[in-house]
Nanobody, 122 residues
């Protein structure tokens, strides 16, 4: 069993930055693919970014160039650095984990965190 706890959400003005963190416990973190999803008000859940155990990354087109996913295997933590935030980035952001990056990228990761709210004001 893997337990994921997100932190770092909050309220920020458009153009600002936030860094989300996700602390993982209960597994060999370094062997898991990780990722971030989000769900905005009235919207479907969507992939934001994924990262393999070796550090290869994937991003949705909507965040490419603005967001950066990274991981620190020594700290069992994955990060999402979000820059140039827009009001449309407002959403609950979820950390996910799975042994397979394919599962992370296609919406079927085995483990989900509880989510952290990000609100971007215009």
């Amino acid at each position: 069993q893997v337990h994921l706890v997100e932190s770092g959400g909050g309220l920020v003005q458009a153009g600002g930055s936030l860094r989300l963190s996700c602390a993982a416990s209960g597994s060999s973190f370094s062997s898991d693919a990780m990722g971030w999803y989000r769900q905005g008000p009235g919207k479907q859940r969507e992939l934001v970014a994924g990262i393999t155990r070796s550090g290869s990354t994937n991003y949705s087109d909507s965040v490419k160039g603005r967001f950066t996913i990274s991981r620190d295997n020594a700290k069992n933590t994955v990060y999402l650095q979000m820059n140039s935030l827009k009001p449309e980035d407002t959403a609950v952001y979820y950390c996910v984990a799975d042994l397979l990056i394919h599962s992370v990228l296609t919406g079927s990761p085995r483990y989900w965190g509880q989510g952290t709210q990000v609100t971007v004001s215009s």
